[in-house]
Protein backbone atom coordinates (compact mmCIF):
# COMPACT_ATOMS: atom_id res chain seq x y z
CA UNK A 1 0.00 0.00 0.00
CA UNK A 2 1.16 3.72 -0.66
CA UNK A 3 1.66 5.90 2.76
CA UNK A 4 0.32 8.61 1.38
CA UNK A 5 2.17 11.88 4.46
CA UNK A 6 0.74 15.46 4.34
CA UNK A 7 2.72 17.92 6.39
CA UNK A 8 2.34 20.15 7.93
CA UNK A 9 -1.28 19.07 9.75
CA UNK A 10 -1.80 22.37 10.93
CA UNK A 11 -0.69 25.56 9.42
CA UNK A 12 -1.80 29.17 10.64
CA UNK A 13 -1.53 31.78 7.96
CA UNK A 14 -2.83 34.94 8.14
CA UNK A 15 -5.76 36.16 5.03
CA UNK A 16 -4.11 37.46 2.41
CA UNK A 17 -0.81 35.90 2.77
CA UNK A 18 0.20 32.82 0.87
CA UNK A 19 -0.28 28.81 2.30
CA UNK A 20 2.00 26.17 0.91
CA UNK A 21 1.12 22.72 1.87
CA UNK A 22 3.07 19.59 1.28
CA UNK A 23 2.03 15.92 0.25
CA UNK A 24 4.82 13.17 0.34
CA UNK A 25 4.19 8.92 -1.29
CA UNK A 26 5.69 6.49 -0.25
CA UNK A 27 6.47 5.10 -3.70
CA UNK A 28 5.66 7.03 -7.00
CA UNK A 29 2.58 7.64 -8.28
CA UNK A 30 3.65 9.74 -11.29
CA UNK A 31 0.90 12.63 -11.71
CA UNK A 32 -2.15 10.72 -10.13
CA UNK A 33 -3.03 12.79 -7.07
CA UNK A 34 -5.89 15.00 -6.31
CA UNK A 35 -6.52 17.94 -3.72
CA UNK A 36 -9.77 18.32 -1.93
CA UNK A 37 -11.19 21.36 0.36
CA UNK A 38 -13.16 19.96 3.33
CA UNK A 39 -15.46 22.17 5.92
CA UNK A 40 -17.59 21.12 8.47
CA UNK A 41 -21.30 20.17 7.49
CA UNK A 42 -20.33 20.92 3.51
CA UNK A 43 -19.48 18.16 0.77
CA UNK A 44 -15.86 18.02 -0.15
CA UNK A 45 -14.52 19.60 -3.05
CA UNK A 46 -12.08 18.51 -5.47
CA UNK A 47 -9.53 21.08 -5.96
CA UNK A 48 -6.74 19.73 -7.79
CA UNK A 49 -6.23 16.25 -9.61
CA UNK A 50 -3.80 15.34 -12.13
CA UNK A 51 -1.30 17.12 -9.58
CA UNK A 52 -1.53 20.25 -11.36
CA UNK A 53 -5.26 20.72 -13.19
CA UNK A 54 -7.87 23.22 -11.26
CA UNK A 55 -11.12 21.47 -10.99
CA UNK A 56 -14.02 23.37 -12.79
CA UNK A 57 -14.75 26.66 -10.98
CA UNK A 58 -11.86 26.77 -8.95
CA UNK A 59 -9.82 29.65 -8.50
CA UNK A 60 -6.63 30.48 -9.56
CA UNK A 61 -4.89 31.37 -6.48
CA UNK A 62 -5.23 27.68 -6.24
CA UNK A 63 -2.33 25.82 -7.71
CA UNK A 64 -0.97 22.16 -7.30
CA UNK A 65 2.70 21.02 -8.57
CA UNK A 66 4.85 17.85 -8.14
CA UNK A 67 5.55 14.75 -9.75
CA UNK A 68 6.36 10.97 -8.46
CA UNK A 69 6.21 11.21 -4.83
CA UNK A 70 6.34 14.99 -3.76
CA UNK A 71 3.47 17.39 -4.57
CA UNK A 72 2.38 21.07 -3.01
CA UNK A 73 -0.79 22.92 -3.03
CA UNK A 74 -0.39 26.37 -2.95
CA UNK A 75 -2.90 29.00 -2.25
CA UNK A 76 -1.27 32.22 -3.12
CA UNK A 77 -3.56 34.47 -1.32
CA UNK A 78 -5.75 33.39 1.41
CA UNK A 79 -9.15 34.46 1.54
CA UNK A 80 -11.92 33.95 4.55
CA UNK A 81 -13.61 31.23 2.48
CA UNK A 82 -10.16 29.03 2.15
CA UNK A 83 -9.58 28.16 5.92
CA UNK A 84 -10.03 24.19 5.97
CA UNK A 85 -8.93 20.67 6.04
CA UNK A 86 -7.05 19.98 2.85
CA UNK A 87 -6.43 16.12 1.72
CA UNK A 88 -4.24 15.09 -1.07
CA UNK A 89 -4.95 11.45 -2.67
CA UNK A 90 -3.18 9.25 -4.74
CA UNK A 91 -5.22 7.42 -7.35
CA UNK A 92 -2.02 5.08 -9.25
CA UNK A 93 -2.46 2.02 -8.15
CA UNK A 94 -5.21 -0.77 -8.86
CA UNK A 95 -7.45 -1.73 -7.34
CA UNK A 96 -9.21 1.15 -5.75
CA UNK A 97 -8.40 -0.08 -2.46
CA UNK A 98 -5.25 0.78 -2.72
CA UNK A 99 -6.38 4.82 -3.52
CA UNK A 100 -4.84 6.22 -0.39
CA UNK A 101 -5.74 9.41 1.40
CA UNK A 102 -3.14 11.85 3.17
CA UNK A 103 -3.84 12.28 7.25
CA UNK A 104 -5.27 15.92 5.98
CA UNK A 105 -3.98 19.62 6.72
CA UNK A 106 -5.85 21.91 8.70
CA UNK A 107 -5.65 25.46 7.41
CA UNK A 108 -5.99 27.99 10.17
CA UNK A 109 -6.67 31.33 10.15
CA UNK A 110 -3.57 33.24 12.17
CA UNK B 1 -26.03 20.54 -11.48
CA UNK B 2 -24.35 17.58 -10.16
CA UNK B 3 -26.13 17.20 -6.37
CA UNK B 4 -25.33 13.62 -4.39
CA UNK B 5 -27.57 13.58 -1.35
CA UNK B 6 -27.24 10.71 1.12
CA UNK B 7 -29.27 9.19 3.61
CA UNK B 8 -29.81 6.24 5.93
CA UNK B 9 -26.92 7.13 8.57
CA UNK B 10 -27.89 6.49 12.40
CA UNK B 11 -27.23 5.28 15.88
CA UNK B 12 -27.03 1.52 15.31
CA UNK B 13 -25.34 -0.86 18.15
CA UNK B 14 -22.21 -3.26 17.04
CA UNK B 15 -23.50 -6.33 15.04
CA UNK B 16 -26.00 -4.20 13.41
CA UNK B 17 -27.02 -3.38 10.09
CA UNK B 18 -27.65 0.04 8.14
CA UNK B 19 -28.64 0.52 4.28
CA UNK B 20 -27.33 4.07 3.18
CA UNK B 21 -28.92 5.70 -0.11
CA UNK B 22 -27.16 8.43 -2.35
CA UNK B 23 -29.16 10.27 -4.46
CA UNK B 24 -28.11 11.74 -7.74
CA UNK B 25 -28.98 14.21 -10.28
CA UNK B 26 -27.69 16.04 -12.63
CA UNK B 27 -25.60 13.90 -14.66
CA UNK B 28 -26.25 10.34 -16.37
CA UNK B 29 -25.81 8.68 -13.39
CA UNK B 30 -25.61 4.96 -14.79
CA UNK B 31 -22.34 6.89 -16.75
CA UNK B 32 -20.12 6.81 -14.09
CA UNK B 33 -18.54 4.87 -11.24
CA UNK B 34 -19.24 6.00 -7.68
CA UNK B 35 -18.21 4.97 -4.54
CA UNK B 36 -18.83 5.54 -0.65
CA UNK B 37 -15.76 7.08 1.28
CA UNK B 38 -15.51 7.58 4.91
CA UNK B 39 -14.06 9.64 7.98
CA UNK B 40 -13.95 8.63 10.82
CA UNK B 41 -13.85 10.81 13.93
CA UNK B 42 -10.27 12.88 14.09
CA UNK B 43 -9.29 10.51 11.17
CA UNK B 44 -8.62 10.83 7.75
CA UNK B 45 -10.55 10.12 4.44
CA UNK B 46 -10.84 6.36 3.87
CA UNK B 47 -12.28 4.92 0.72
CA UNK B 48 -15.18 2.01 1.46
CA UNK B 49 -16.18 0.78 -1.64
CA UNK B 50 -16.97 1.17 -5.36
CA UNK B 51 -19.05 0.32 -8.41
CA UNK B 52 -18.48 0.62 -12.27
CA UNK B 53 -20.67 2.38 -14.48
CA UNK B 54 -19.52 0.52 -17.01
CA UNK B 55 -18.64 -3.18 -16.14
CA UNK B 56 -20.91 -3.57 -12.84
CA UNK B 57 -17.85 -4.70 -11.17
CA UNK B 58 -17.93 -3.71 -7.71
CA UNK B 59 -14.68 -3.24 -5.35
CA UNK B 60 -14.21 -2.70 -1.54
CA UNK B 61 -11.10 -1.95 1.38
CA UNK B 62 -10.48 -4.70 3.18
CA UNK B 63 -12.24 -2.90 6.15
CA UNK B 64 -15.53 -3.61 4.00
CA UNK B 65 -14.97 -7.16 2.56
CA UNK B 66 -17.61 -9.47 3.51
CA UNK B 67 -19.83 -7.00 5.77
CA UNK B 68 -20.29 -4.23 3.45
CA UNK B 69 -22.74 -4.54 -0.26
CA UNK B 70 -22.33 -1.70 -2.70
CA UNK B 71 -25.74 -1.73 -4.96
CA UNK B 72 -26.95 0.75 -7.76
CA UNK B 73 -30.35 1.28 -9.21
CA UNK B 74 -29.88 3.57 -12.59
CA UNK B 75 -33.55 3.46 -13.10
CA UNK B 76 -33.78 5.45 -9.48
CA UNK B 77 -30.30 7.85 -9.84
CA UNK B 78 -29.43 5.96 -6.65
CA UNK B 79 -26.32 4.38 -5.16
CA UNK B 80 -26.35 2.26 -2.08
CA UNK B 81 -24.44 0.57 0.82
CA UNK B 82 -25.80 -1.77 2.85
CA UNK B 83 -23.89 -2.10 6.18
CA UNK B 84 -23.93 -5.21 8.36
CA UNK B 85 -21.80 -6.75 11.32
CA UNK B 86 -21.25 -3.12 12.22
CA UNK B 87 -18.34 -2.30 14.34
CA UNK B 88 -17.21 0.86 16.53
CA UNK B 89 -14.54 1.62 13.93
CA UNK B 90 -17.06 2.15 11.45
CA UNK B 91 -18.47 4.81 13.07
CA UNK B 92 -17.69 7.60 10.43
CA UNK B 93 -19.15 10.60 8.33
CA UNK B 94 -20.17 8.11 5.44
CA UNK B 95 -19.89 10.40 1.76
CA UNK B 96 -21.00 9.31 -1.82
CA UNK B 97 -18.81 10.70 -4.40
CA UNK B 98 -18.85 10.27 -7.92
CA UNK B 99 -15.66 9.24 -10.43
CA UNK B 100 -15.00 11.56 -13.79
CA UNK B 101 -15.36 8.67 -15.87
CA UNK B 102 -17.08 5.01 -16.20
CA UNK B 103 -14.72 3.15 -14.16
CA UNK B 104 -12.24 3.33 -10.86
CA UNK B 105 -9.49 3.42 -13.03
CA UNK B 106 -7.09 6.31 -12.73
CA UNK B 107 -9.84 8.24 -10.89
CA UNK B 108 -10.15 10.68 -8.70
CA UNK B 109 -13.62 12.22 -7.30
CA UNK B 110 -15.10 15.12 -9.17
CA UNK B 111 -17.93 15.62 -7.54
CA UNK B 112 -19.48 14.83 -3.50
CA UNK B 113 -22.18 14.82 -0.92
CA UNK B 114 -22.56 16.48 2.53
CA UNK B 115 -22.36 12.95 4.11
CA UNK B 116 -24.42 10.78 6.66
CA UNK B 117 -23.32 10.20 9.55
CA UNK B 118 -23.33 6.76 11.01
CA UNK B 119 -22.37 6.01 15.24
CA UNK B 120 -22.14 2.40 15.78
CA UNK B 121 -22.51 2.12 19.62
CA UNK B 122 -24.20 0.37 22.71
Known amino acids: EIVVTQSPAALSVSPGERATLSCRASQTVGSNLAWYQLKPGQAPRLLIYGASTRATGIPARFSGSGSGTEFTLTISSLQSEDFAVYYCQQYNNWPPSMYTFGQGTKLEIK | EVQLLESGGGLVQPGGSLRLSCAAS????????MSWVRRAPGKGLEWVSG????????YYADSAKGRFAISRDNSKNTLYLQMNSLRAEDTAVYYC???????????????WGQGTLVTVSS
Open chain 2, 97 to 111: AKSPGPTLLSYYFDY
Open chain 2, 26 to 33: GFTFSSYA
Open chain 2, 51 to 58: FSGSSGST
